[in-house]
């Protein structure tokens, strides 16, 4: 079982940058595949970035491609989400996402679907 709690959050001026934790409990959090995905009103959960449990492998959504890096520290059990040059279309709920192990190490996984344990969400809104 993992536990997951976003932080970070708030009002933040278009252009911005956006910076983003998400400190995971229970064990093993290394080998976990992680993710940050996004909610706005009346819209889909989609995916922002994905990383995989080492590090060496990211994924990055088209929209936030260039501006955007995400990066864990396994030591911490902490997954990181910075976002730059933020629009107002940024504006969303922010979840941080963990998968279970699975022994498949190269693929992004970019659904929802695909993770097991999510946090509350912190809320990002960008104003212009």
């Known amino acids: 079982q993992v536990q997951l709690e976003e932080s970070g959050g708030g009002l933040v001026q278009a252009g911005g940058s956006l910076n983003l934790s998400c400190a995971a409990s229970?064990?093993?959090?290394?080998?976990?595949?992680m993710g940050w995905f996004r909610q706005a009103p009346g819209k889909e959960r989609n995916v922002v970035a994905t990383i995989n449990f080492s590090g060496g492998l990211t994924y990055y959504a088209d929209s936030v491609k260039g501006r955007c890096t995400i990066y864990r520290d396994n030591a911490k059990n902490t997954v990181y989400l910075q976002l730059n040059s933020l629009k107002s279309e940024d504006t969303a709920v922010y979840y941080c996402?963990?998968?279970?192990?699975?022994?498949?190490?190269?693929?992004?996984?970019?659904?929802?679907?695909?993770?097991?344990?999510w946090g509350q969400g912190t809320q990002v809104t960008v104003s212009s």
């Open positions: 229970g064990r093993a959090f290394g080998l976990y595949h």
């Open positions: 996402a963990a998968r279970r192990p699975d022994g498949i190490v190269r693929d992004p996984r970019v659904h929802a679907y695909e993770y097991d344990y």
